[in-house]
């Protein structure tokens, strides 16, 4: 058995001997986690607060030290640091933002100042990429709700909303089911390969069933998703869909301890890393 099961638990200090595999719970460039702890947010939701340290991309390369003005070539210094709170795709049900220090610069000859570059943050949104990648690919889905975005990302319906203007401002004429399905009914298979999927299941009460999804942990894209009108178990449905050679590719899945169907993944593919964590 190659499964590890792996208890997030309060205070979780992150060191060098586990940085590589707890290197999976971020998959955000650039940013190397130091510590995971379990929290409450403003709204009481406990969440999982992932710190961090954010190596800046616009550093010089050849000193960690060292900025350079995008403006004038010349070096600047920090003016300002600030926190910066990101959410991001859920681990084991629960939320899940992650934090780090930004940097402010300002230049020493011509004075402007700018930010660090954070490569994994959504544009307008204090969210991830990689969440802004799974609502809008939940969003093709007509059987989702605003409401039921909302609460399977801890999102405002209004945040939902506005990446759904998005959404339309990019695929004016082109219904977005369609980036999924062929004629509206069958999934397409993913044109690449994925190292990292996330594997959740959620009750819909409309819906009235448990729905699985297979989310690209390194982008936030949903791969598949349990609408099944075959009716055989979601897991062998998702198998089927993305084939043996897309299986031979996969390196890790990153899944909750709730979910039984994870036996069947483990013997069939009995090389893979599958970590389980425990809330």
Same mark, same amino acid.
């Given at each position: 058995?190659?499964?590890?099961?792996?208890?997030?638990?309060?205070?979780?200090?992150?060191?060098?001997?586990?940085?590589?595999?707890?290197?999976?719970?971020?998959?955000?460039?650039?940013?190397?986690?130091?510590?995971?702890?379990?929290?409450?947010?403003?709204?009481?939701?406990?969440?999982?607060?992932?710190?961090?340290?954010?190596?800046?991309?616009?550093?010089?390369?050849?000193?960690?030290?060292?900025?350079?003005?995008? $403006?004038?070539?010349?070096?600047?210094?920090?003016?300002?640091?600030?926190?910066?709170?990101l959410k991001h795709l859920r681990i084991t049900g629960k939320y899940t933002c992650i934090s780090f220090i930004r940097k402010q610069y300002r230049c020493i000859s011509c004075s402007e100042t700018e930010s660090g570059e954070v490569d994994f943050k959504a544009n307008g949104y204090r969210i991830t990429k990689h969440l802004y990648n799974y609502i809008f690919d939940l969003l093709a889905f007509k059987q989702?709700?605003?409401?039921?975005?909302?609460?399977?990302?801890?999102?405002?319906?209004?945040?939902?909303?506005?990446?759904?203007?998005?959404?339309?401002?990019?695929?004016? $004429?082109?219904?977005?089911?369609?980036?999924?399905?062929?004629?509206?009914?069958?999934?397409?298979?993913?044109?690449?390969?994925?190292?990292?999927?996330?594997?959740?299941?959620?009750?819909f009460a409309h819906l009235n069933e448990n729905v699985l999804q297979v989310v690209d942990f390194d982008t936030g894209h949903l791969i598949w998703i349990g609408f099944d009108t075959e009716k055989i178990p979601e897991i062998d449905g998702f198998l089927s869909f993305v084939g043996e050679d897309w299986m031979k590719h996969l390196k890790n899945v990153i899944v909750d301890d709730t979910i039984k169907s994870i036996d069947a993944l483990d013997s069939r593919y009995p090389d893979l890393d599958i970590h389980v964590y425990k809330s």
């Open positions: 058995m190659t499964k590890h099961i792996t208890s997030l638990s309060l205070d979780t200090k992150i060191n060098d001997a586990d940085i590589v595999k707890h290197r999976i719970l971020s998959a955000l460039r650039n940013f190397y986690v130091d510590s995971i702890s379990l929290e409450d947010d403003k709204k009481g939701n406990c969440i999982y607060k992932v710190r961090g340290e954010l190596k800046d991309s616009s550093e010089d390369v050849n000193d960690s030290c060292v900025h350079i003005c995008n $403006k004038c070539g010349n070096r600047t210094h920090i003016n300002n640091k600030y926190t910066v709170n989702f709700t605003y409401r039921d975005v909302s609460v399977l990302t801890g999102l405002g319906q209004n945040t939902i909303k506005s990446i759904y203007s998005d959404r339309e401002q990019k695929y004016p $004429k082109l219904p977005l089911h369609n980036h999924y399905m062929h004629n509206d009914e069958v999934l397409k298979k993913p044109k690449k390969y994925s190292d990292n999927i996330l594997i959740y299941e959620d009750f």
